[in-house]
């Protein structure tokens, strides 16, 4: 199982990178299984560079701030309309409540129904897992202003976790618990926003999450928003998880390999 950072900007796009987009791949049956976790503002762009819209299997969407979905709609345009002709077969999109609805409005109500020929919309709920292919997704209700949830993204024994946008909550134990990688919201920091809860994690409670959980092997920052001095969070987890890193946009990793293998937009897979 390999994840690609299509986008890890925080809340909005940044001069760096696109909002929040993971591609995941895994090999099986001969064929590579596509999964999207989120397509936030601007991330369609750099997917192309990975896969063309029509190879896309699943979009699994953590909540619906535009930072996590917008480009939901750049992606129906791209199947829909392609002069080549449109794949026959939906691509299903799992969201929280009013997912299809959210979209449909984006165009004001007037492409309903192209919409719902593109997208077979499916509603999470907290721990009822998915498979697509030769991958089992597990989402975990998290605590965000909005219906929101993080992913565990299990596939060929090794297992990855997405927070999504989250602040300290019960429900990261099993999400992050025993994971080869753990992608972990970290939007705000540390002495900055500590009157503001129930929103994001800062890179301390973030570190504290993963030590809770237990069993974490790899913990990555993402998240950040273009304000953020990324050393520093960085050096704010890492007093309490030293090997702590921060994602970076472009960057494909191996799950669970032991040898993470980060390449660069120049060398991406
Ligand atoms: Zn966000
Ligand atoms: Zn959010």
Not at 18 to 42: H, I, M
Not at 205 to 229: E, F, S, Y
Request: with cysteine; charged share 20%; hydrophobic share 40%.
């Amino acid at each position: 199982m390999k994840v690609t950072i299509l986008g890890c900007s925080g809340s909005f796009a940044g001069p760096d990178s696109p909002a929040s987009s993971y591609l995941v791949r895994v090999d099986d049956g001969g064929r590579t299984w596509n999964l999207l976790f989120d397509l936030g503002s601007g991330a369609l762009g750099p997917m192309q560079r990975h896969i063309a819209p029509r190879d896309v299997d699943a979009v699994f969407v953590t909540h619906l701030h535009p930072d996590h979905c917008a480009d939901l709609c750049g992606l129906y345009v791209a199947r829909h309309y392609n002069p080549g002709g449109a794949p026959t077969e939906r691509v299903p999109v799992w969201g929280p409540t009013g997912t299809a609805k959210r979209l449909a409005l984006m165009y004001h109500g007037l492409e309903h129904h192209a919409l719902q020929q593109v997208f077979d919309f499916r509603l999470l709920e907290d721990q009822v897992a998915i498979e697509v292919g030769p991958v089992r997704v597990v989402p975990y209700a998290v605590n965000h202003p909005v219906e929101a949830f993080g992913f565990r993204i299990e596939a060929q024994g090794q297992v990855l976790a997405y927070t999504g946008d989250t602040d300290t909550c019960d429900n990261l134990t099993p999400l992050l618990r025993d994971a080869d990688l753990v992608l972990s919201d970290s939007a705000f920091m540390d002495g900055r926003d500590d009157e503001f809860r129930g929103v994001h994690l800062t890179p301390s409670r973030a570190a504290q999450a993963a030590l809770d959980a237990g069993g974490v092997k790899r913990l990555m920052l993402t998240h950040m928003p273009a304000w953020n001095d990324p050393a520093v969070c960085r050096e704010q987890a890492a007093a309490l998880w030293p090997d702590v890193e921060m994602v970076e946009f472009g960057a494909t990793y191996e799950v669970g390999s032991g040898d993470l293998d980060s390449v660069g937009e120049s060398g991406a897979v």
